[in-house]
Nanobody
Framework: QVQLVESGGGLVQPGGSLKLSCAAS????????MAWFRQAPGKERQFVSG????????YYANSVKGRFTISRDNAKNTGYLQMNSLKPEDTAVYYC?????????????????WGQGTQVTVSE
């Protein structure tokens, strides 16, 4: 019943920026924690960032601290990931995910709903 739709991926040069969006159907994000994960070919899915929906508290993987900013607009049922100073090692498929709790966790299997993924490629 819940649908998450991601957009905003693409090809950028090192040092460039992208902003990803995650739109939820209905009012899915109400009282839900939301997180971004990424997965490179042959690698396990890893936690990137998360936000507690009720409090707006944010969390970041060490690899993206100072470069990425997570946010949300509950009125639009949409979450965002602003990515600056992109590096080739950021190249991956990025997924948004949600769980029916205010608590952000970093383990993928604890999340109930997932977007389809959007490709981010940082090259040249």
């Amino acid at each position: 019943q819940v649908q998450l739709v991601e957009s905003g991926g693409g090809l950028v040069q090192p040092g460039g920026s992208l902003k990803l969006s995650c739109a939820a159907s209905g009012r899915t994000f109400s009282n839900y924690a939301m997180a971004w994960f990424r997965q490179a070919p042959g690698k396990e899915r890893q936690f990137v960032s998360g936000i507690s929906w009720n409090s707006g508290t944010t969390y970041y993987a060490n690899s993206v601290k100072g470069r990425f900013t997570i946010s949300r607009d509950n009125a639009k049922n949409t979450g965002y990931l602003q990515m600056n100073s992109l590096k080739p090692e950021d190249t991956a498929v990025y997924y948004c995910a949600a769980r029916s709790s205010v608590v952000v966790l970093s383990t993928p299997r604890t999340y109930d709903y997932w977007g389809q993924g959007t490709q981010v490629t940082v090259s040249e």
